[in-house]
Nanobody, 122 residues
Framework: QVQLVESGGGLVQAGGSLRLSCVAS????????LGWFRRAPGKEREFVAG?????????NYADDVKGRFTISRDNNKNTVYLQMSSLKPEDTAVYYC??????????????WGQGTQVTVSS
């Protein structure tokens, strides 16, 4: 059974930092991109950042988090991280860890964590 378990959310003041963690288990994620989406109140879920699981995996970011957020992974711990800095009130959302199949895993299933709340006060 695949599980993505997030942690690290909380309340922080604008300009502050938080680090989210996601422990992935239950399958081989070599041909997957792990990453983060978020859903703000009243908005659609949107992509935040992603990283290929295999060695040398490429990273990509949404435009509005570039330069502020950094995604990384520790394959030994099966964990992906999202370091968030210079947080803004508009970053307030539920953040979801996700594992999405790449082109090397055609037909693969997408997996989601349960979400962790991040609240940034002004």
């Amino acid at each position: 059974q695949v599980q993505l378990v997030e942690s690290g959310g909380g309340l922080v003041q604008a300009g502050g930092s938080l680090r989210l963690s996601c422990v992935a288990s239950g399958r081989n994620f070599t041909n997957y991109q792990l990453g983060w989406f978020r859903r703000a109140p009243g908005k659609e879920r949107e992509f935040v950042a992603g990283i290929r699981w295999r060695a040398g995996g490429s990273k990509n970011y949404a435009d509005d988090v570039k330069g502020r957020f950094t995604i990384s992974r520790d394959n030994n711990k099966n964990t992906v991280y999202l370091q968030m800095s210079s947080l803004k009130p508009e970053d307030t959302a539920v953040y979801y860890c996700t594992a999405r199949p790449t082109i090397l895993e055609l037909g693969g299933e997408t997996y989601w964590g349960q979400g962790t709340q991040v609240t940034v006060s002004s």
